[in-house]
């Protein structure tokens, strides 16, 4: 069984995140952990910390998280049918949002953790919300990062974005393996150079490695050259049928440049494409 930790803010977002995993994992036996953390800086009055009793948390807090994750459940019952390999939980929590997912991801030892994204909107030029910014960089657990727009539908060709500089132990990319295996489908190994200089002995060496390590499944190496990570992603993107975007977040090189910027008015991947974040556990 895989365990799936599904967070919620019970907005728009997160219930498409919520959709796509379920569609994502149709086939395999999966335990569903809806979470919802009331964070510790939503305890405010008037600008000022407020200590409130337990019972002021039970009913100001807990007893309308539970009444909405309940309700998250009815519309799954709704909107889904019955799926024997899926078990769903809920998951209330107050206190500091990384360190209650970093306990759920602990105590429930979660293979994934899927969340929405809404991205950037109005003056907030930002790729990813702050909070999915800390927990795919603070949170040390595959992530699955869902944009807005993002719908479901069969896995074709999957992006690999990457340096050749492994930072990381390979093993780091078994879920990719997991994915190609059940899905069928295609691995773009993209190395992206701002100039065209070649591979040297170290980046072939380790892209041998990857040829390696791949060589059972469909994979291809790809090489563009230009001077902004994210607008090569979208051009790859664009010029291909790619349905989802893989990162090692220890790859910081590549990981910041395609998350972390502010040129959205140029790139749409953001909003459609959901991303797989890599992490190497404890």
């Known amino acids: 069984?895989?365990?799936?930790?599904?967070?919620?803010?019970?907005?728009e977002n997160s219930w498409n995140a919520i959709k796509y995993a379920i569609n994502y994992f149709e086939y395999e036996a999966c335990y569903f952990y809806l979470l919802h953390v009331n964070k510790f800086d939503n305890f405010m009055l008037n600008d000022a910390p407020y200590i409130a009793t337990e019972e002021t948390i039970e009913a100001v807090y807990t007893k309308p998280a539970k009444v909405g994750l309940r309700k998250i459940l009815k519309q799954i019952t709704e909107q889904f049918s019955p799926?024997?390999?899926?078990?769903?939980?809920?998951?209330?929590?107050?206190?500091?949002?990384?360190?209650?997912?970093?306990?759920?991801?602990?105590?429930?030892?979660?293979?994934?953790?899927v969340m929405g994204t809404k991205g950037a909107s109005g003056?907030?030029?930002?790729?990813?919300?702050?909070?999915?910014?800390?927990?795919?960089?603070?949170?040390?657990?595959?992530?699955?990062?869902?944009?807005?727009?993002?719908?479901?539908i069969k896995l074709e060709e999957i992006a690999f974005p990457t340096d050749f500089s492994l930072t990381y132990n390979l093993q780091v990319l078994q879920p990719i393996l997991d994915i190609l295996e059940t899905s069928k489908s295609a691995l773009k190994i993209l190395h992206i150079c701002k100039n065209k200089d070649a591979l040297d002995n170290d980046q072939n060496r380790n892209k041998d490695l990857l040829d390696d390590y791949f060589s059972h499944l469909p994979h291809s190496f790809h090489f563009l050259t230009n001077k902004k990570v994210e607008d090569a992603i979208q051009c790859f993107v664009e010029s291909r049928d790619i349905n989802m975007i893989c990162m090692v977040a220890k790859n910081l090189n590549y990981f910041q440049q395609i998350l972390f910027h502010s040129k959205v008015e140029e790139i749409s991947y953001h909003t459609e494409i959901p991303f797989l974040v890599l992490h190497e556990k404890n």
């Open 123 to 152: 003056l907030k030029k930002i790729i990813i919300g702050s909070n999915t910014s800390d927990v795919i960089t603070k949170v040390k657990c595959t992530t699955l990062v869902v944009p807005e727009s993002a719908e479901f």
């Open 1 to 11: 069984m895989k365990n799936i930790l599904l967070l919620t803010d019970f907005s």
């Open 83 to 113: 799926n024997k390999k899926h078990k769903f939980y809920t998951v209330s929590e107050y206190g500091f949002f990384i360190e209650s997912i970093r306990k759920q991801v602990a105590d429930k030892r979660i293979d994934y953790l």
